[in-house]
């Protein structure tokens, strides 16, 4: 088989295998007659390190029926024979070029693409060099196959809950008035740092008074007052693998429809983590949660979805929500974060990540979720 990428063939290498990632790619392949493809074309960092282990931040995998190609630049090559497993590596110069190599020296007609990530123009090019092949966008289909996580993952992500929590425990005696939101938000991800996490799951949030009322608020100059809720939304990364948590905190101390507003969120939360496990609807997870807040009048209040899932992406399938057609299965891992938003005044968000299980499910985040006055 000779691929090339215009200039000439390229330096082609088989790596080591594993077994683990070896299942993956076998359940992907047997993916393939459903799609009625010959192969598969990925771009998402995700998916491309869960199938080969790949952990560089750029990089195309093929996955066929019989063969897997990871394609890297000069910049990557040696990462990938260290890090990639079952399949082939090869080094391009031009990524629409080897792609259409790889496509072109398996004779292949139908390929699947991860729509989902690939830009229009990418794809446009790809198009535009593959004549005679079809180029099928897939995109939700492809994020499944992370869905249930293995014991490897579960590990990762208890140990990136545990790296948080401690950091997030040593940056509350750093949280007193007169601290910006931005200052407690860079004091956070330092700490998470030193606890070994690999960087933040996302932007950390850090939002008081007011601006606790922004579901996604950005970490400002401004300062934390006595009387205020600090939402604190934060995560690290083990192994690939993130960690996400919520805590609301009071500080010098909370008002009588404070305490009453925080209880009422406790209660969803806790009511819908214990009615997670295998088998219950998302829709219905949801539901609890949102029934338990608009029975308290707090309905208009509670602006998104219950939770989603987490693994190598923060966000992935499956989602909590009204909408929701999964069912929750042994293995899943996902959050459970309902809040009250009350515009001008404050707001409280308390968040959970868990494991599902047969009858239950595992508290994967550490920090109490009882109401804290700093």
């Known amino acids: 088989m000779n691929w090339t990428d215009g200039s000439g063939s390229y330096k082609k290498e088989r790596v080591h295998e594993s077994p683990r990632l070896g299942d993956r790619t076998r359940r992907v392949r047997s993916m393939l007659p459903g799609f009625d493809v010959e192969g598969i074309l990925l771009f998402g960092e995700a998916n491309i390190r869960y199938l080969t282990g790949f952990a560089g931040s750029d990089g195309t995998l093929f996955v066929g029926r019989e063969r897997s190609v990871l394609l890297v630049d000069g910049r990557y090559i040696t990462q990938a024979k260290e890090e990639a497993a079952d399949c082939d590596v090869v080094e391009f110069t031009d990524r629409a070029e080897g792609v259409v190599g790889v496509i072109s020296g398996l004779g292949l007609k139908r390929v699947g693409i991860e729509s989902s990530v690939i830009t229009l123009d990418s794809y446009l090019t790809l198009q535009d060099r593959t004549a005679g092949v079809s180029l099928k966008p897939l995109s939700g289909e492809i994020e499944r196959i992370r869905i249930i996580k293995d014991t490897g993952e579960a590990a990762l ?24 939101e931005r200052d407690a938000a860079a004091i956070l991800e330092m700490k998470m740092r030193q606890a070994g996490g690999e960087g933040p799951s996302f932007e950390t949030i850090v939002a008081s008074g007011s601006n606790s009322a922004l579901p996604h608020a950005t970490p400002g100059a401004r300062e934390i007052q006595d009387g205020d809720f600090v939402t604190i939304d934060y995560g690290t990364v083990c192994g690939g693998y993130h960690s996400d948590e919520t805590c609301t905190f009071a500080v010098g101390g909370v008002t009588e429809r404070q305490a009453a507003v925080y209880a009422v969120v406790k209660g969803a939360h806790d009511k819908a983590i214990d ?7 998302c829709k219905d997870i949801d539901a609890i949660a949102r029934t338990h807040i608009d029975d308290a009048g707090y309905g208009a209040y509670f602006s998104h979805g219950t939770g989603h899932g987490v693994g190598l992406a923060v966000h992935e399938p499956p989602r909590l929500s009204g909408r929701a057609e999964d069912f929750l299965e042994k293995g899943m891992v996902i959050t459970v974060e309902p809040g009250i938003y009350i515009p001008g005044l404050w707001g409280v968000r308390i968040e959970d ?15 109490s979720k009882d109401l804290r006055i700093l």
């Open 157 to 180: 992500l208890r140990e990136a809950a545990g790296m948080a929590a401690r950091a997030l425990a040593g940056t509350l005696e750093h949280i007193e008035p007169g601290i910006t």
């Open 275 to 281: 009615a997670v496990k295998a088998g219950v609807s």
């Open 353 to 367: 990540t868990v494991m599902v299980e047969k009858d239950g499910c595992e508290v994967l985040t550490k920090m």
